[in-house]
């Protein structure tokens, strides 16, 4: 009796421990279920399908990615998302909105917490909105440092690589900028190794190379070689039928091709397709690129009526966003100044440099912003001085069309004193701003071009005063030696109207434009382009 309650004892615990142990089990594949079904989707793959919003619609890729961004709690997710919305602003030509988002982003208290990604990343994301707002030195000198981390260029993971791949193109559009179309193009060749076809953002970001490389060989002259890419860009986009916007800035690009081969109908044709693939969608910079070309291309045919309605299209949405990079501006210099210590220490662990010398590189950047705003508004000069001026020291026959530099003149005790160093180095930025053609913005002052040059004022303005007496001078002397360059050079601007080569070369109306070129080359404009014409004609 004892002997069979033992078995049934035993057999009632072993019972129990298998009952037990299928419950756990149980459990334990239901909360993997569970868990799983909870997961979502892939954080790569959501992110992937906003970046390729961002060309299809910046609207909804806003509102798409807002949407993840609400859920998603993960540091380096957030950083990534808020680029993407902020990119997406930046297109629509939203600055203030652009950097407002930029200012969102989350860092942690303590270095040590911060992740290399999101170092990289923050520094990718500053130099993006320096480059959007025209700050080129700026974005240019954070992406060289940024670049000369081999940690970074080193690195297997992808989302570093794809950065990696991002900074290579922004700083071969810096390249671009400041028409030095030989680093620009080894830059996008650079970008290419870090990208491949793992998905639509790297396949997206590799069309862009392909497209800015075009652009870089159109205005090296190396249009055999321009035409057969451009024209392979084109047939992809067209079959993918689900990009606008690359497909509308292929577009336009192509057309600068058939406007310097004088085939203006093919100019208009590419342009007007473009323009309608983005019409109705918010791709404003690109809409503002393609208004210039056309009102440009109309005026070459002399559609006064078709270059006066793109022409205003043009003026009122490029004025729009003007009034909202120099808002972004200023509230990116808050920014900047708010967040110094923040951003030296990203300075620190990505550049490995002493924290005082970042301190004082980023003091020089807000100190020179501060400095272009206050003088910005005090800067109005009567152009009849500088106008006066010419007249009496400029000789009635044409001159030279480079502006050679010269050697300052003897300093009276009343000036500043600027070391040999200094004075060499600002005049090797004036000769780099004088082949480039920055000096056709209209915009152009002292202070910003102190600013662009992060140059202090009064050396700046000293230097000029050596050269050309005056900052207005030398600006308007730079602009007529343009225009009297592309008047012996490209036949198109022998038939274009005076107003438009004043509206083209910078200058505020018509009878500036026709008194200072009759100051600089001893005619009128009309003149000019008659001696020209008959010039060509024997």
């Known amino acids: 009796m004892d002997f069979t309650r033992t078995i049934q004892k035993n057999t009632k615990n072993k019972l129990s421990r298998q009952k037990l142990f299928q419950t756990l089990l149980l459990i334990f594949i239901f909360c993997s279920l569970t868990t799983k079904g909870q997961s979502g989707p892939d954080f790569n793959v ?3 399908k906003a970046f390729l919003k961002l060309y299809q619609n910046p609207d909804e890729c806003i509102s798409y990615t807002q949407g993840i961004l609400v859920s998603d709690q993960n540091a380096e997710h957030k950083i990534v998302l808020q680029n993407i919305i902020s990119q997406a602003f930046a297109m629509k030509g939203e600055y203030v909105q652009s950097v407002n988002i930029f200012a969102q982003k989350e860092e942690p208290d303590q270095k040590n917490d911060l992740s290399y990604f999101m170092q990289v990343f923050s520094d990718y994301n500053l130099a993006d909105q320096y480059q959007n707002l025209g700050l080129y030195n700026q974005s240019k000198r954070i992406i060289s440092h940024l670049l000369s981390d081999q940690k970074l260029l080193k690195s297997n993971s992808p989302a570093l690589r794809i950065t990696t791949a991002k900074l290579y193109q922004l700083q071969a559009l810096n390249s671009g900028i400041n028409r030095n179309y030989p680093e620009a193009l080894k830059n996008l060749d650079q970008s290419n190794q870090y990208l491949g076809d793992y998905n639509e953002e790297n396949r997206i970001l590799k069309i862009e190379n392909r497209i800015f490389r075009s652009s870089y060989l159109l205005k090296t002259y190396q249009q055999s070689e321009y035409k057969i890419l451009i024209d392979s860009i084109i047939a992809n986009l067209e079959h993918q039928k689900n990009q606008p916007f690359l497909l509308g800035l292929a577009y336009e690009n192509i ?17 007007e397709a473009g323009l309608q693939l983005i019409e109705n969608l918010p791709f404003n910079n690109l809409k503002i690129k393609i208004y210039e070309s056309l009102s440009r291309t109309y005026y070459a045919v002399h559609n006064d009526a078709k270059y006066h309605q793109y022409n205003k299209l043009y003026n009122d949405l490029k004025t729009k966003t003007d009034s909202g990079s120099k808002e972004g501006i200023r509230y990116l210099v808050k920014l900047v100044e708010t967040n110094q210590n923040k951003n030296i220490e990203f300075q620190k662990h990505m550049l490995l440099r002493s924290s005082w010398s970042l ?37 009635q026959k044409p001159q030279p069309i480079i502006l050679h530099k010269t050697t300052p003149a003897t300093k009276d005790s009343g000036t500043t004193k600027i070391s040999r160093e200094k004075e060499d180095e600002i005049l090797q930025k004036l000769e780099e701003f004088e082949k480039s053609d920055r000096f056709l913005n209209k915009n152009m002052s002292l202070s910003l071009l102190s600013s662009q040059m992060e140059i202090n004022t009064k050396y700046l303005s ?55 070129f009759k100051s600089v080359t001893g005619m009128s404009p009309n003149a000019y382009i008659q001696e020209i014409s008959k010039t060509k004609a024997l």
Request: net charge positive; no cysteine; hydrophobic share 45%.
């Open 255 to 271: 057309s600068q091709y058939y406007f310097l081969k004088q085939d203006y109908a093919m100019a208009i044709k590419k342009l």
């Open 462 to 516: 000293e230097i000029i005063n050596n050269k050309e007496k005056n900052f207005n001078g030398y600006i308007n002397k730079l602009r007529i030696n343009h225009i009297v360059q592309l008047l012996r050079t490209d036949a198109a601007f022998l038939n274009y109207k005076v107003s438009y080569l004043a509206e083209y070369s910078g200058f505020s109306s018509h009878s500036a434009f026709t008194t200072v």
């Open 46 to 48: 959501l992110a992937d």
């Open 359 to 395: 301190i004082l590189i980023l003091s020089l950047i807000i100190l020179g912003l501060f400095i272009y705003f206050l003088l910005m508004r005090s800067k109005n000069k009567d152009l009849k001085k500088q106008f006066d001026f010419f007249e009496k020291q400029i000789r």
